[in-house]
């Protein structure tokens, strides 16, 4: 692996600084619980030694039975309170660090929701985003790191404070031997902490170098297992197929290409074993000489055997800072790297411009007129990084309370075409005016309030039946029962157990729903938006024949006033609509009434009808 250049400290700090104010916005309170556990953590076993040093000093010395006993009750009643202190800290602490993961998700989703949206389809973007969020969820590199890291630096810091000061005492008392009373010991047992601490931090980087090596070799064995060890077998959209056409045998054979892959990898584990061994036998030596010139002093006569304990567990202490200390720096390191990653997720900009002028409100009402219309002049677009045209010279206009049927072949641009009149992307060529204004200088947010959409691959949410038709946490229950009964749902709401309040879907405990009852109560939410504009694309695909025809024939009934766009490929399904639109490799080929079109005998919809009608005889 090609090795990165240094980043400079400056840096490092700003993206620790940036790290921390995200935790504090997605976990907060959960940096400063791991500092206080921490704090804790480092000043209990300090505060022990210190006693305990005193209580053999008085057992050594003068054995005063009631200053014995205050020193024995100090140290008990310290180590309660601490411990106690400590155990409710952890228990916060471990409650806020099982919901660290899931809020780390929301980082990813809020990015989501602000991107524009040509960003969600593009591949790159994607991946970029899949990269960070393995990162971070896999191995905890980045943001993880950061709150793990929290805990050695603060350990560390008080470690080293509170060590140094039980430890001056240990160079100002004098001996019998000359030479050990040299002030130069403290600057000789200060370097070689030192010196083993950086040892065991150069341990830490070429860890951390092999390790980031093999996690850029293990994502894809991270996902394969996830897919071939959990989700092929758990998820019930996959399991019927594997059960089926007994795919276990594939997925058996992925996994022992994994169990050989991490067969191949042990060179790649000894390594990461053998650093950290190296960096501690390199402590080991640098306490040998620590607790080698204690003894020698107190044999010498220069203190007691209680300052033996205070002066070994404090220079124990203060090597154990440093080393902290130096492992804390090395490994924002490597997490800045990948918080520097995550950032550039986070930060890509935003292209798309989001208008300024405000929609004008038109007289639209629940019963009234809507008086907005759409025109497309000459628009054409293509998709990033494509050279083929899915759109190309399109003019057309959409007047209030027109019902439009779009049909054509697959690949025609029919949802292409949905997805520019709801700005979800910019014609490339040509303009769409709403009431004669280019929809760019628009407001975007009071743009897409024009719209309801029920798109081919809408979703429902685990969450109760009405707030998936509302979209919302507030549920106008009259409302929402009407627009169930537009959709023709009105039986099956009146059979939940809870009413509108029935949660769907088994991971929330309620109810299951059929593709068709989904398909209902998505028109139903496209219905309940008050929008002038109503987009629905193969809104009966997933109905059988009798709702499909009912949904036809009532579809004034369920759109009302509302200018209406209908997607379908079933033509039979067109002739409620007061206007077809014909579209044939991006081009908008024919527009016209349904009987005006099959009297074009040569023209697209005539054909496909034809081949359409010969179908069902054929199958009636």
Not at 299 to 322: E, M, T
Request: proline share 3%; with cysteine; charged share 20%.
């Amino acid at each position: 692996m090609k090795r990165r250049e240094r980043m400079p400290l400056k840096k490092r700090a700003a993206l620790t600084a940036r790290g921390y104010r995200m935790l504090g916005g997605y976990c907060p309170g959960l940096v400063r619980d791991k500092a206080l556990c921490a704090l804790i953590l480092a000043v209990q076993p300090l505060f022990t030694v210190w006693f305990s040093a005193r209580i053999l000093d008085e057992i050594a010395g003068l054995r005063r039975a009631e200053i014995l006993l205050g020193y024995a009750l100090a140290t008990l009643a310290g180590n309660f309170v601490l411990q106690l202190f400590k155990s409710a800290v952890e228990k916060v602490c471990s409650q806020k660090e099982a919901q660290m993961w899931a809020l780390f998700g929301k980082v990813f989703s809020d990015k989501q929701m602000r991107m524009d949206y040509v960003d969600l389809e593009n591949a790159r973007v994607q991946a970029q985003k899949k990269q960070a969020e393995e990162n971070l969820f896999m191995f905890g590199n980045g943001l993880a790191q950061l709150v793990w890291g929290t805990t050695g630096l603060v350990r560390g810091a008080v470690s080293l404070a509170a060590s140094a000061a039980m430890t001056v005492s240990l160079f100002l008392q004098s001996g019998r031997v000359g030479w050990l009373n040299s002030p130069l010991w403290a600057l000789a047992l200060f370097l070689c902490a030192l010196l083993a601490g950086l040892c065991q931090s150069w341990c830490t980087v070429r860890e951390n170098r092999v390790f980031e090596k093999w996690c850029v070799g293990t994502v894809w064995y991270n996902r394969v297992f996830m897919f071939f060890g959990r989700e092929l077998y758990m998820e019930p959209a996959r399991a019927k197929d594997v059960r089926i056409y007994a795919q276990q045998g594939a997925a058996d054979r992925a996994l022992q290409a994994l169990l050989r892959h991490d067969d191949a990898d042990c060179r790649t584990y000894a390594q990461m074993a053998a650093y950290p061994a190296l960096g501690r036998l390199a402590v080991g030596l640098s306490y040998v000489l620590s607790y080698g010139f204690v003894a020698l002093k107190a044999l010498f006569g220069a203190f007691g055997v209680g300052s033996v304990v205070q002066y070994v567990g404090a220079l124990q202490q203060f090597g154990a800072g440093i080393q902290e200390m130096l492992f804390v720096l090395a490994d924002n390191a490597v997490y800045c790297r990948h918080l520097e990653s995550l950032y550039a997720f986070l930060d890509l900009p935003n292209r798309k411009y989001q208008g300024t002028l405000p929609v004008e409100k038109r007289a639209f009402c629940q019963d009234g007129d809507m008086e907005y219309e759409i025109e497309l002049r000459n628009v054409s677009f293509r998709y990033p990084g494509s050279e083929t045209w899915a759109l190309r010279g399109v003019s057309a206009r959409l007047c209030a309370g027109d019902k439009v049927a779009i049909v054509g072949p697959n690949g025609s641009g029919k949802t292409t075409l949905i997805k520019l009149l709801c700005r979800l992307y910019d014609p490339d060529e040509g303009e769409i005016l709403l009431n004669g204004i280019d929809i760019r200088k628009y407001d975007y947010e009071e743009y897409l309030r024009l719209f309801s959409v029920v798109f081919q691959d809408f979703r429902l949410l685990a969450f109760p039946l009405g707030e998936n038709v509302t979209a919302s946490q507030d549920v106008d229950a009259q409302r929402a029962r009407e627009c169930l009964a537009r959709a023709g749902l009105g039986g099956r709401l009146a059979a939940m157990p809870d009413g509108l309040e029935t949660p769907l879907y088994k991971e929330a405990g309620g109810v299951e729903v059929s593709g068709g009852e989904a398909q209902k109560i998505a028109l139903a939410r496209a219905v309940y938006r008050h929008a002038p504009f109503i987009v629905l694309d193969e809104p009966t695909a997933a109905l059988d024949p009798v709702a499909e025809f009912e949904v036809y024939s009532r579809f004034d009934e369920i759109v009302g006033e509302r200018t209406a766009v209908y997607i379908s490929h079933r033509l039979a399904s067109c002739r409620f609509c007061r206007a077809i639109w014909v579209f044939d490799g991006g081009r908008l080929v024919q527009q016209g009434a349904h009987e005006a079109l099959l009297g074009e005998e040569e023209g697209l919809y005539a054909r496909l009808w034809r081949a359409q009608a010969q179908y069902y005889r054929r199958e009636g």
